[in-house]
């Protein structure tokens, strides 16, 4: 995925027709981790430095995207967009707490409290490594739209809801950034996004009206794909979300 100038409008087709067959549930808890038992909490061998230069480049290319896509949304309610105070990486539960509550490992989070992004670095690596780098744009999307519900005041009775609707906006973000030119979706994206949205549903069996519940693969690549596609009607995708969750 890249920032550039280029609208390109007609690859949104496969996104939808990918959706119709798409089904299969992951695995996950907590916001954004995945139980998928990592091979090892090895950091990056040798060689390795290559790629997490880049995931550093691609996450703060993600970052500024997403904090000028929220820019222009607040500019047109006549609002103002507040960045989070930081964007930051931790390699274990004992590099800060939110709240005080340790880090967790294979997560990414927003934590209210210290108005920050934090992320599990060797987790994003691996699944940098595993999916490629729309899982990146997908997951802090998602993230900032946790920031960005509670800068807007919208919680919600239940976590899934809370969950799906942010799964929602991240989905406008990139929907909306591809529409307007300022990404370019590039041959395989698709299917890193669809890969992303399958790993982090929640575990068959895990109740909707459980405490912490996301939802199944399925229904967050719904919520992602709502929000991807936006409204007909025009004007931010985000308002959709805003409707249906
Ligand atoms: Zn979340």
Redesign the pocket.
């Known amino acids: 995925m890249t920032a550039l100038r280029h609208p390109v409008r007609r690859l949104l087709a496969p996104l939808v027709v990918v959706l119709a067959v798409a089904g299969c549930a992951g695995t996950t808890d907590a916001?954004?981790s995945t139980n998928r038992q990592p091979e090892s909490r090895q950091t990056d061998g040798p060689g390795d430095s290559d790629s997490s230069g880049q995931m550093k480049d691609d996450i703060s290319s993600a970052v500024k995207s997403i904090e000028t896509y929220w820019t222009s949304f607040f500019e047109a309610q006549g609002g103002q967009f507040s960045p989070v105070k930081d964007v930051f990486p931790y390699d274990s539960p004992s590099d800060g707490n939110c709240g005080g509550e340790a880090f967790a490992q294979n997560n990414a989070?927003f934590c209210p409290s210290g108005d920050f992004i934090a992320y599990d670095e060797i987790f994003l690596s691996r699944e940098y490594r595993d999916i490629g780098d729309a899982f990146v744009y997908y997951l802090f999307g998602?993230?900032y739209a946790?920031a960005e519900q509670a800068a807007l005041g919208i919680s919600h009775r239940l976590t899934i809801q809370h969950?799906l609707q942010?799964d929602c906006m991240a989905g406008a973000y990139l929907g909306d950034s591809v529409r307007a030119g300022s990404l370019e979706i590039e041959d395989g994206d698709i299917d890193e996004l669809l890969d992303s949205l399958a790993l982090v549903g929640d575990q068959p069996g895990v109740p909707w009206f459980a405490e912490g519940a996301?939802g199944s693969g399925e229904q967050r690549t719904q919520a992602f794909a709502a929000g991807y596609q936006g409204t007909s009607a025009g004007g931010s995708s985000l308002n959709t979300c805003f409707q249906t969750f």
């Open positions: 916001d954004n989070f998602h993230e946790h969950e942010a996301h």
